[in-house]
């Protein structure tokens, strides 16, 4: 899968949630590998913020990303509809502290990425893949993230408030294709209890009954109401019972767990790279998601290359007979088994390592060690079977190394080790050379890396 921008511009204007400006914010095409960034193009200079878990500075009811003295706040709603719309790389411009807040949910965002459509880039789509369980866990608030791995995204989220309004939801999300109709339309909400305390705090000057929901679920005294509508301008109302005070019925039952699970999608959008898992929530919020994704990003940034998903009870996509159809090469020196992943631009062999490889004859007899220089073979092999398998006449031609860069050896490879060989093109193929870059795996471990050209060479 390669990395998607948008196709062109579109811009989305409204109150800031928080600071109660009008605000104007500009999507943008961006190049590939840039991932996403929002530019301040109020303030001299222009500055830039990644937007990535380390540069979260506040989560005070919303994600707040700051970078020296620059602050963007509430991202999360315009990040998570990027995220479920596969979208890799976008610029931000924004003329405010805030990405305007709209209908309080992500669904306008989404319609305005589906009108300007996506464009597919040449780069491929980095997915970080979970291999094992993660979790965070708040013990005074009770919050609890957890990500499995999955052959796909989805989440799973459960919310629980002291409330006789809002007591435990549940909202599950199990495929991106479904965000547009099942999740983007939730809108934020607030406690009335909480409004004067957040004003306080010089947070929702632009929160109304149009961009959030209100929930009175504590009785309150009509003059402390009266104090509440005049603070936040609008009409005084006699609230005669407990319950949901917007104008707007609820879009689900559970729209409040739905808005939260999109705001997790939101946060989840800062490790910087699509992931594949499933995650489980309970009494997520913005503090907690941050916390988790900056455990995933660092993981992801020390990851140099992740090892390939390799079922042994999967078929090959090419055996070794269809190995031998497209390479010259026989025992003893034909050194991948089979073909598990394979593409225009990458392929991933097999190389079962035994006790009984000639090579261990003398390499060495009393420590048996597979060669260096017969690793970096073994994936130029996998790199022959990748730009052979497209040709026509593969068995016409043959690949020769032209130059080996950059090799590392990180870990001995010995007898019973199952030797994983991925391999991908780094610039199309231009003459006949190919631009290689190479890991091979033991487990999840890298041990030799390589980068290489091979020339394709029509047999004589």
Known sequence: MNQLTLKAP?????????????????????????????????????????????????????????????????????????????????????????????????????????????????????????????????????????????????????????????????????????????????????????????????????GDLDNAIVIYDQEISQDKIDEICDIVNVPRMHLSKLGYINPKPLRWDNEPARHKLMDIIGDLALIGRPIRGRVVAIRPGHTINNKFTRMVRKEVKHTDAQSPVYNPNV??????????????????????????????????????????????????PEEPVMPGVLQVEAMAQAAGVLVLNFLEDPEKYSTYFLKIDNVKFRQKVVPGSTLLLSVALTTEIRRGCAMVKGYAFVGEKIVCEAEFMAQIIKNK
Request: net charge negative; charged share 25%.
């Open 10 to 206: 579109f811009t989305v204007k409204g109150k800031g949630l928080h600071s109660g400006l009008t605000i104007t914010a500009t999507f943008k095409p961006a190049e590939e590998n840039t991932g996403y960034k929002i530019k301040r193009i109020d303030l001299e200079g222009t500055p830039v913020i990644d937007a990535v878990a380390e540069n979260v500075v506040d989560t005070t009811r919303g994600t707040v990303l700051g970078k020296n003295e620059v602050r963007i706040s509430t991202v999360e709603h315009g990040l998570a509809a990027l995220y479920a719309a596969g979208v890799d790389n976008c610029l931000i411009e924004v003329d405010g502290p805030e990405l305007p807040i709209l209908d309080g949910s992500a669904i306008i965002y989404v319609e305005n990425i589906e009108k300007v459509g996506l464009l597919e880039q040449n780069a491929d789509k980095d997915f970080y893949i979970i291999k094992e369980k993660t979790q965070i866990k708040d013990d005074t608030t009770g919050s609890t993230l957890t990500i499995y791995p999955d052959d796909r995204f989805s989440v799973e989220c459960m919310v629980e408030y002291n409330s006789p309004v809002l007591p435990n939801q549940f909202a599950v999300l199990d495929d991106l294709a479904e965000f547009k109709q099942e999740v983007s339309s939730a809108r934020t909400f607030v406690f009335v209890r909480e409004i004067e305390a957040l004003l306080n705090h010089n947070l929702i000057k632009g």
């Open 315 to 364: 078929a090959p996509i090419i055996d070794v007979n269809g190995i031998k159809a497209l390479l010259p090469h026989r025992y003893p020196f034909l050194l991948i088994d089979k073909v598990i992943e394979i593409d225009k631009k990458h392929c991933v062999a097999v190389k079962n390592v035994t006790v009984n490889e000639p090579f261990f004859q003398g390499h060495f």
